[in-house]
């Protein structure tokens, strides 16, 4: 009986070993569903690099990279259901009286704003399955913006993500009509958590000013950009109304800007032009 008592007592041991869970803890959390995107010019061909399609079921992480020599974003639109890429490129080509009757044909679905050469930005947001396009609205030396030069590129988006994730942790950072709501920010990395609580759509266009530039000279040379700029673009989030995104941003020492160039719904001017452009610095 005292053997047996041993063997029950040496097996009860070992089950509760198998039992046990030594194993590290696994983070089960899905990830952001990366969409790489490759901004390019190059005698004087305008284009996008990027999948043609991507599955989507949680957040996407859209990163943009300019390898061109020239600055560019990628401008994410959300195609209406029974329209097309080339009915987008007809609406925004139009002039005044000229464009197309209706509603748009597409809705803004968030993207970046203006990177520089060699640059880099990451915005990561929801997604839902549908139809998209990547627009470059920069204009080259000849103030045609580039997706007239071809700097378009349709992506469709599968899956079931609608905010099957929360945003990353970071800073609230508020736009709506016309004015900025930000964060207390400092040098180093942080994330802005964006949100659109305006009526029409908005952008975070962030610049750094160079050495002995002022906000007023920014604010100069957007309403008449002769010359180089003051100011180096480190691109930002586009957020469409009642959006929200996250855009991880580094900062330095120096005094920055943050504006929006989405044209008006009542006069076409840019936002910056009825007050949308703020100023900050980083000490």
Not at 33 to 42: F, L, P, W
Not at 184 to 210: M, P, S, W
Request: charged letters at 15%.
């Amino acid at each position: 009986m005292r053997k047996i008592a041993v063997v029950v007592c040496l097996l009860s041991l070992a089950f509760a070993a198998c039992g046990k869970d030594d194993s590290p803890t696994v983070d089960a959390t899905p990830k952001p569903t990366v969409i790489n995107v490759e901004a390019t010019d190059s005698n004087g061909t305008y284009k996008f690099g990027v999948d043609a399609t991507a599955e989507v079921d949680n957040l996407a992480s859209i990163v943009v990279k300019n390898t061109g020599q020239q600055p560019h974003q990628a401008a994410l639109i959300k195609i209406a259901d029974g329209k097309t890429l080339d009915d987008a490129k007809a609406f925004l080509s139009a002039e005044g009286s000229a464009a197309p009757a209706g509603p748009p044909p597409f809705t803004v679905g968030g993207g970046t704003t203006v990177i520089d050469p060699g640059g880099s930005a990451t915005v990561t947001q929801s997604l839902p399955a549908g139809s998209y396009a990547f627009f470059c609205f920069v204009p080259g030396p000849d103030r045609a913006p580039h997706f007239v030069k071809g700097m378009t590129a349709a992506i469709t988006i599968t899956g079931t993500s609608t905010a099957s994730l929360p945003l990353p942790e970071g800073e609230n950072a508020t736009a709506s009509e016309y004015k900025y709501d930000l964060p207390a920010l400092k040098a180093g990395t942080t994330v802005l958590r964006t949100t659109n609580a305006g009526k029409q759509d908005h952008e975070f266009q962030l610049g750094r000013l160079a050495d002995g530039k002022t906000a007023a000279d920014a604010l100069a040379w957007l309403n008449n950009p002769q010359g180089p700029p003051p100011m180096a673009s480190i691109a930002g989030p586009v957020v469409g109304v009642g959006g929200s995104n996250s855009f991880k941003l580094t900062l330095q020492k120096g005094t920055y800007v943050v504006f929006c160039r989405i044209p008006d719904q009542t006069d076409g001017k840019p936002h910056f032009q009825h007050g949308m452009f703020q100023g900050f610095t980083i000490t």
